[in-house]
């Protein structure tokens, strides 16, 4: 099925680094997501973004809806070992229901 | 409840054995996804529930999977005659309505051997 690109696919950090994503899509989406899956657990919801050019913070985390709608991006600062799991973005189109999923990005943060 | 909840945790079967895997999401969403990750991949749509009704079964990969939903609640995937390829998470998730977040339980971890 259809997957939106990710990168990078893996990375390894220093602790107290930050870190910085992307997802890019062919098509337009009016909502992104950003989740984060721990090992044997299901995706939590990090992030939700819903208007082109939005800038919106969780904590250390803060996610960005890019202007021309194709693209959002996810920062972290000042990573701490628990940042380690794989994130994923998530878009959808307006009028639809279904949301498509990145391919992830593998974090892994070396104390 | 307070979240999605998924069961079993973890189910190993034979090959050409059926399973069902059940879906609890959170009370009051109306909207029901069930989604397939393989090892190390991304999230494979496989259906969509709005209340009782699927009007997206675009993602299911044969005719072998079916999946209800009833009482605007409780979901059940199944898989017939299971094969080797069919080992995977299934992860549920419900949305409060169909253009709101996701939600997901913790995943039902599928092995056939």
């Known amino acids: 099925g259809q997957q939106l690109n990710q990168s990078p696919q893996s990375m390894f950090i220093q602790e107290g680094e930050d870190v910085s994503m992307n997802c890019t899509s062919s098509?337009?989406?009016?909502?992104w997501l950003w989740y984060k899956q721990d090992p044997g657990e299901g995706p939590v919801l990090l992030i939700a973004?819903?208007?082109?050019?939005e800038l919106t913070s969780n904590g250390r985390l803060t996610a960005q809806f890019g202007i021309t709608r194709k693209d959002s991006f996810l920062n972290i600062s000042a990573s701490i070992p628990s940042d380690v799991g794989i994130y994923f973005c998530?878009?959808?189109?307006?009028?639809?229901?279904?949301?498509?999923f990145g391919t992830g990005t593998r974090l892994k943060v070396l104390a | 409840g307070a979240g999605v909840s998924q069961s079993p945790s973890n189910k190993v079967t034979e090959k050409g054995k059926d399973v069902e895997l059940r879906c609890d999401p959170i009370?009051?969403?109306?909207?029901l996804y069930w989604y397939r990750q393989s090892l190390g991949q991304g999230l494979e749509f496989l259906i969509y529930?709005?209340?009782?009704?699927?009007?997206?079964k675009s993602g299911l990969p044969s005719d072998r999977f079916s999946a209800e939903r009833t009482g605007g609640s409780v979901s059940t995937l199944t898989i017939q005659r299971t094969q080797q390829e069919d080992s995977a998470v299934y992860l549920c998730?419900?949305?409060?309505?169909?253009?709101?977040?996701?939600?997901f339980g913790s995943g039902t971890q599928l092995s056939v051997l």
């Open positions: 998730a419900s949305s409060f309505s169909r253009t709101d977040r996701l939600f």
């Open positions: 098509s337009i989406f009016n909502t």
């Open positions: 973004l819903y208007k082109a050019g």
């Open positions: 998530a878009g959808r189109n307006s009028g639809t229901y279904k949301y498509i």
């Open positions: 009370s009051g969403h109306t909207a």
């Open positions: 529930f709005q209340g009782n009704s699927a009007p997206d």
